[in-house]
Nanobody
Framework: QVHLVESGGGLVQAGGSLRPSCAASGRIFSFDAMGWYRQAPGKQRELVAMISSGGSINYADSVKGRFTISRDNAKITVYLQMNSLKPEDTAVYLC?????????WGQGTQVTVSS
């Protein structure tokens, strides 16, 4: 079994920052890629940021310049530094790990940005 556990969400005012993290546990040594998706009420799940084991990074256009993804391969942990948060960033943020094309998901952490 592989588990992804997120932490670090919360409530913040617009313009503020949060740094959720996601740690993997169980029968896993590494992922080919780790990242974050988000899903707001009534909206489809969307990719926020993804980082490969080699360090290649992909961001959604809506978060470029504000969010920074990083990972610690030794700890099988991924982080998302979120700055200049906007009310439209409000969503459940879900951790994602990809191994041999299979997607593993965390339960999600709520991020709420008040105006």
């Amino acid at each position: 079994q592989v588990h992804l556990v997120e932490s670090g969400g919360g409530l913040v005012q617009a313009g503020g920052s949060l740094r959720p993290s996601c740690a993997a546990s169980g029968r896993i040594f590494s992922f080919d890629a780790m990242g974050w998706y988000r899903q707001a009420p009534g909206k489809q799940r969307e990719l926020v940021a993804m980082i490969s084991s080699g360090g290649s990074i992909n961001y959604a256009d809506s978060v470029k310049g504000r969010f920074t993804i990083s990972r610690d391969n030794a700890k099988i942990t991924v982080y998302l530094q979120m700055n200049s948060l906007k009310p439209e960033d409000t969503a459940v943020y879900l951790c994602n790990g990809i191994l041999y094309g299979f997607h593993y998901w965390g339960q999600g952490t709520q991020v709420t940005v008040s105006s």
